[in-house]
């Protein structure tokens, strides 16, 4: 499932071939993805420039000169695929329609970018620019973990009195936007904390050491997607899945990675969800 730096990495790959260009045609397959799309949805896109590419949490939002906005949400295996533009070194052919290609946007230009979900729990929305904040999908979020209203006083603020494990704190979007399973075991890591300590239980300084965790994880992840944007990974126009290694996820049964440490990697499920932990430097 993409995460926030897997969505930023898309997002980057796609502002070339669509920021500032007019979609001169859309095609769209099917009535919806999770949900239906909205009415008319190939002709409210056809013709409209793209005036600007910008992501809120896991969504990226196509802002359009007639005032709309194109919401898009890679869902659990949602992929964005250009073709058509040049990308690096790398020239890609229109491939023939795949069977999962749900929305295809072809930009004046020359450039396709091809929307293709085989599990279909993705979305397309279209919303009015001025009130995006005010969408369903969007209102509930909290803020940013790269942005200024994300910061110690604000976490601490919204741990105090939290009796669940700061795994499950950390996961909830409302109190950030966009944290995945996968950052916050990383983050976690980094900090020290074992992921069942309830919120509640931190000090000042454990939460003020969260905040610049955050972002340095997140930060690294999407250096790293930068990267795959600019390397072979990109030869098949896919866009935002990459190559990141991780300190401690998915590395049940190895080594931790802090020198000095002898013990192996733990794996426990909190929520449903896998987290992987080092029992000795996580307290
Ligand atoms: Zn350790």
């Known amino acids: ?42 002709e409210r896109l056809t013709g409209v420039q793209v005036l600007a590419l910008r992501r809120r949490s896991k969504y990226i939002l196509a802002d359009l000169s007639s005032g709309e906005s194109l919401l898009i949400h890679l869902g659990m295996s949602g992929r964005m695929l250009i073709s058509g533009a040049q990308l690096g070194d790398f020239h890609h052919d229109h491939p023939a329609p795949a069977k999962h290609d749900h929305v295809v946007l072809d930009m004046e230009g020359g450039a396709r ?38 910061d110690a006083p604000y976490l601490a603020a919204r741990l105090a009195g939290r009796n669940t494990p700061i795994k499950t704190a950390l996961l909830d979007q409302h109190l950030v936007a ?12 980094r900090a020290g904390i074992h992921p069942e300590r ?4 931190l000090s000042a300084d454990e939460t003020a050491r969260l905040v610049p965790l955050i972002r340095d994880v997140l930060a690294e992840a999407i250096e790293a997607g ?8 990109q030869a098949d126009g896919e866009l935002g899945y990459f190559q990141h290694s991780f300190r401690v996820y998915g590395r049940e049964g190895q080594p931790c990675a802090t020198p000095g440490c002898a ?3 733990h794996r426990l499920v909190q929520s449903g969800r896998s987290s992987f932990f080092c029992p000795h430097c996580q307290r």
């Open 113 to 150: 970018v091809t929307f293709n979900d085989a599990r279909r729990f993705g979305a397309m929305d279209l919303l009015p620019t001025a009130g995006a904040e005010a969408h369903p999908l969007l209102a509930v979020l909290g803020p940013e973990p790269l942005g200024n209203a994300f």
């Open 226 to 233: 930068g990267s795959s944007l600019r390397d072979y990974r």
């Open 1 to 42: 499932m993409p995460e926030l730096p897997e969505v930023e990495t898309v997002r980057r790959g796609l502002e070339p071939v669509m920021a500032g260009r007019v979609i001169a045609h859309a095609q769209v397959n099917r009535a919806g993805l999770r949900w239906p799309f909205p009415p008319q949805m190939a």
């Open 198 to 201: 309830r919120a509640l239980s």
């Open 263 to 265: 013990a192996l990697v």
């Open 178 to 189: 966009g944290l995945g399973n996968i950052y916050v075991c990383e983050v976690l890591y």
